[in-house]
T-cell receptor, first 111, second 120 residues
Framework: LAKTTQPISMDSYEGQEVNITCSHNNIATNDYITWYQQFPSQGPRFIIQGYKTKVTNEVASLFIPADRKSSTLSLPRVSLSDTAVYYCLVGDRGGGFKTIFGAGTRLFVKA | GAVVSQHPSRVICKSGTSVKIECRSLDFQATTMFWYRQFPKKSLMLMATSNEGSKATYEQGVEKDKFLINHASLTLSTLTVTSAHPEDSSFYIC????????????????FGAGSRLTVL
């Protein structure tokens, strides 16, 4: 499983766009990039997944450069309720479904 | 969408007792479920992979006799913390994937809400 590196924490203000970058230099050809969000005392929640280029859903966008060695989760116009920990994971089904979490990025949105 | 239910959400027990936590996939069958534990302000640590109809696969450093996992059906996995001690106090989270066979994407897990165990 490819190791990921993210900033430990980030601060932002309501209404701003937040970009969280994740490095995964050892990503394999079959690996997908998945982001989860976790609020305190809750289980993680799936946000978005991508393989290459750009993926967008109702919650976020995921930008993946051509070399796929990094990815950026973009949260448009954050609100206080987006304060959470965001995890970037890289892997495929070949690893026996294992999902290993890195340290994550603690996002704090201020009023 | 896929829903995973975890029960109880909170449990307080005395040292030396055993506690069982249930993880159910409500609207899909899960051949494999995963158990994590999480300490305050730390990331999730994978404890074991629960396989329906077979023994669980434990991660290195996790005592299988301490954390008993049973996956008797395709919708239910249980984690029993045996002879609990204060150091076992933690947030335990289960997860499962509804996907079987070649996916259009990688494995996306649905997580339970977690169970906070406090051992006095």
């Amino acid at each position: 499983l490819a190791k990921t590196t993210q900033p430990i924490s980030m601060d932002s203000y309501e209404g701003q766009e937040v970009n969280i970058t994740c490095s995964h230099n050892n990503i394999a050809t079959n690996d997908y990039i998945t982001w989860y969000q976790q609020f305190p005392s809750q289980g993680p929640r799936f946000i978005i997944q991508g393989y290459k280029t750009k993926v967008t859903n109702e919650v976020a966008s995921l930008f993946i450069p051509a070399d796929r060695k990094s990815s950026t989760l973009s949260l448009p116009r954050v609100s206080l309720s987006d304060t959470a920990v965001y995890y970037c994971l890289v892997g495929d089904r070949g690893g026996g479904f294992k999902t290993i979490f890195g340290a994550g990025t603690r996002l704090f949105v201020k009023a | 969408g896929a829903v995973v239910s975890q029960h109880p959400s909170r449990v307080i027990c005395k040292s030396g007792t055993s506690v069982k936590i249930e993880c159910r996939s409500l609207d899909f069958q899960a051949t494999t479920m995963f158990w994590y534990r999480q300490f305050p302000k730390k990331s999730l640590m994978l404890m074991a992979t629960s396989n329906e109809g077979s023994k669980a696969t434990y991660e290195q450093g996790v005592e299988k006799d301490k954390f008993l996992i049973n996956h008797a059906s395709l919708t239910l996995s249980t984690l029993t913390v045996t002879s609990a001690h204060p150091e076992d106090s933690s947030f335990y989270i289960c997860s499962a994937s509804p996907h079987r066979g070649p996916p259009s994407g990688a494995n996306v897990l649905t997580f339970g809400a977690g169970s906070r165990l406090t051992v006095l």
